[in-house]
């Protein structure tokens, strides 16, 4: 760390998360001198309370799932779940008890200066941090990412909830959990809390959950979710919170039903962390919900935005994508600029959803001439033999004037691993006529891809 008041460098990077300690430390090992700002954790939100302490999670959770198909199909089993060795596994495997010192040290390392605070822009190239001034003579880097939204329904200020972060700090499940909000983040939660114990309440404002995936994967889950005994309320808002005698929580919701909880999971979405950081030195709009960036990742001469903080997907490997597009430019390399056309995601619920490119609905609004397969996971043969817990669903969208796939979804076991084929052809824009004319091992998951093409006779 620095205490000089007043610096110079090459690059100044505000924000420490995956990507920018990625950008910051690569250039340091080309010789660099770069300066690392942030106020929080370096590494971001995704080692210390999102992708990796979630996985340890839910990879628990799906163990006990597992167990419990046991009964009826290859022989009994006696399940008794027990959250101590996964809050345990995160704080010691995970997260190092939330202390970024490895991090810190990691970057120094490679030769950076690490400054902690809330970094600023006043000037083209030149950044405050707290009574620090840097001069950056190649220019500033931003990738502040974003933090949990947390949206103004009256009575909610007034009671002690969870974001993901509490979530993942948890050392026990509550009795019971209402989750506001089943995109990925409450979907995954919801879902783990129930497995190992709580009585789960699914709240979505919009008309079903996992909104930003295809109906059909919305459809598979919500099954899955109603047999496991999770309630789902869905096209409905919370209007009201408050605490209740019990020490819980009572939501009440537009249409007069009130859903009562030990402990409430607000998981509505994510706010970029735009505020404050000094966009106007550069032109820009204060004010701008994200950080809008050319190809190569340059918001303004001088001004590279990467990660979150982007708008651009809100996941880690975007993020590290974008930073690998940023470092070779900053370095007055050759590369590539940014397509996002095949950017593909995954949640991690039980069916599993793997998702590349345009939904179908996506694809009719940019005016494509579109047609699609749907294949039922569990008619394939590789779903007939898994046997319990094979609920899923593959669907293809395709541009019907190039004949190439241009987004999918799987939905199923390993339905993440399931779309990396899909996100190659979409990538790739492998004709359709190519894909069929492939030879797909028997029995496996992937197989079923041949099964919904043959539907295109």
């Not at 047999?227 to 408050?242: F, N, S």
């Amino acid at each position: 760390m620095s205490e000089d008041t007043n610096q110079e460098a090459d690059i100044v990077v505000i924000g420490m998360g995956p990507a920018g300690e990625h950008v910051a430390g690569s250039l340091a090992e080309k010789g660099l001198t770069v300066v690392g700002i942030e106020s929080d954790l370096v590494g971001g939100e995704c080692p210390y309370y999102g992708c990796i302490p979630s996985k340890m999670m839910i990879r628990g959770a799906n163990l006990l799932a597992e167990a419990r198909r046991i009964d009826g199909f290859a022989g009994t089993a006696t399940v008794n779940a027990d959250w101590g060795p996964i809050a345990d596994r995160i704080r010691d495997s995970a997260t190092d008890n939330w202390d970024d010192t490895v991090a810190v040290d990691r970057f120094v390392g490679k030769g950076g200066t690490f400054i902690r605070g809330k970094g600023k822009v006043v000037a083209p190239g030149v950044v405050e941090v707290g009574d620090t001034t840097i001069t950056a003579s190649k220019g500033v880097v931003i990738a502040t990412g974003t933090s949990p939204a947390v949206p103004p329904i009256p009575g909610l200020d007034a009671v002690d909830f969870w974001t993901n972060r509490e979530a993942v700090k948890a050392k026990e499940v509550p009795a019971s959990l209402a989750v506001l909000g089943a995109g990925a983040i409450g979907a995954e939660i919801a879902q783990v809390m129930s497995r190992f114990g709580a009585e789960v309440t699914v709240i979505e404002a919009l008309d079903r959950i996992v909104p930003n995936e295809e109906p059909e994967a919305s459809e598979t889950l919500q099954a899955a979710w109603e047999a496991e005994g999770i309630t789902v309320h869905t096209g409905k808002r919370a209007t009201a919170v408050a605490a209740n005698d019990a020490g819980g929580v009572a939501i009440t919701l537009d249409d007069g039903t009130e859903v009562v909880a030990e402990q409430l999971l607000v998981a509505t979405g994510r706010s970029i962390n735009v505020a404050g950081l000094g966009l106007e030195a550069y032109g820009l709009d204060a004010d701008a919900r994200r950080v809008e960036t050319n190809e190569f990742g340059q918001a303004a001469e001088g001004l590279w935005a990467v990660g979150d903080v982007t708008g651009e997907g809100l996941f880690t490997h975007v993020g590290m994508y974008q930073a690998n597009i940023v470092i070779p430019t900053i370095l007055g390399e050759e590369t590539r600029g940014a397509d996002y056309s095949a950017m593909s995601r995954a949640t991690f619920t039980d069916p599993e959803i793997g998702s590349v490119g345009l939904t179908e609905e996506g694809a009719r609004d940019a005016g494509l001439n579109v047609t699609t397969v749907v294949q039922n996971v569990a008619h394939t043969a590789r779903g007939w033999l898994h046997g319990p817990g094979n609920e899923g669903v593959i669907k293809i969208v395709i541009d019907t004037d190039r004949n190439v796939a241009v987004g999918a979804t799987t939905v199923g076991p390993h339905g993440g691993e399931m779309i990396s084929m899909l996100a190659l052809a979409v990538h790739a824009a492998i004709p359709i006529d190519t894909l069929r004319s492939m030879i797909y091992a028997y029995p496996t998951f992937w197989r079923g891809i041949e099964d919904g093409l043959n539907q295109l006779g």
